[in-house]
T-cell receptor, first 116, second 111 residues
Framework: DGGITQSPKYLFRKEGQNVTLSCEQN?????MYWYRQDPGQGLRLIYYSQIVNDFQKGDIAEGYSVSREKKESFPLTVTSAQKNPTAFYLC???????????????FGEGSRLTVL | LAKTTQPISMDSYEGQEVNITCSHNNIATNDYITWYQQFPSQGPRFIIQGYKTKVTNEVASLFIPADRKSSTLSLPRVSLSDTAVYYCLVGDWGSARQLTFGSGTQLTVLP
């Protein structure tokens, strides 16, 4: 089955530690995204990438870093510089507009990060 | 960026038709309107997308007036399993940065 796999589903971190959230897709999509969701809130864009070895900051990139070394992988690192990292993190992918589609976002099941 | 405004919450009863309206006054020429459904602790799921007039699929209809400054998601004969948060998303698919999610509408379907 094609889809997006995020891991781990739950993660606990002590203050001052960096953690990396994994996101893998086998949909052959060029674009990948990371969103953050706080309780009762909508989704806010952290980073996105439209092509391998290139990525752009979203609205709330401070305290986060990403890499896009392979088309199918887009890991997110939550660094110690992120002051309030406890949240639900969602990874998504989409085919680009020029590939003749709606640009529908396909989401993973999310990773819930809790800082102890 | 096209900012969207939706009602925070709505209640309905099983079997009724539900209409959720989204306002997007500064929608751009290249922007499409897309609706997503999200259950707790899951990623959002695509429901329907449109550019103008009316679009219908097997689960919903999307009504977009000529000025495109608003859109209405229509869910026919809702069931308890339709209880979820519904997001209206307006953006140009050429740029991920412009994919702005609003705060969403919590729909609660009552028996």
């Amino acid at each position: 089955d094609g889809g997006i796999t995020q891991s781990p589903k739950y993660l606990f971190r002590k203050e001052g530690q960096n953690v990396t959230l994994s996101c893998e897709q086998n949909l052959n999509h060029d674009a990948m995204y990371w969103y953050r969701q706080d309780p009762g809130q909508g989704l806010r864009l952290i980073y996105y990438s439209q092509i391998v070895n290139d990525f752009q900051k979203g609205d709330i990139a401070e305290g986060y870093s990403v890499s896009r070394e392979k088309k199918e992988s887009f890991p997110l690192t939550v660094t110690s510089a992120q002051k309030n990292p406890t949240a639900f993190y969602l990874c998504a992918s989409s085919a680009l507009e020029e590939e003749g589609n709606t640009g529908e976002l396909f989401f993973g099941e999310g990773s819930r990060l809790t800082v102890l | 960026l096209a900012k969207t405004t939706q009602p925070i919450s709505m209640d309905s009863y099983e079997g009724q038709e539900v209409n959720i309206t989204c306002s997007h006054n500064n929608i751009a020429t290249n922007d499409y309107i897309t609706w997503y459904q999200q259950f707790p602790s899951q990623g959002p799921r695509f429901i329907i997308q449109g550019y103008k007039t009316k679009v219908t699929n097997e689960v919903a209809s999307l009504f977009i007036p000529a000025d495109r400054k608003s859109s209405t998601l229509s869910l026919p004969r809702v069931s308890l399993s339709d209880t979820a948060v519904y997001y209206c998303l307006v953006g140009d698919w050429g740029s991920a940065r412009q994919l702005t999610f609003g705060s969403g509408t919590q729909l609660t379907v009552l028996p």
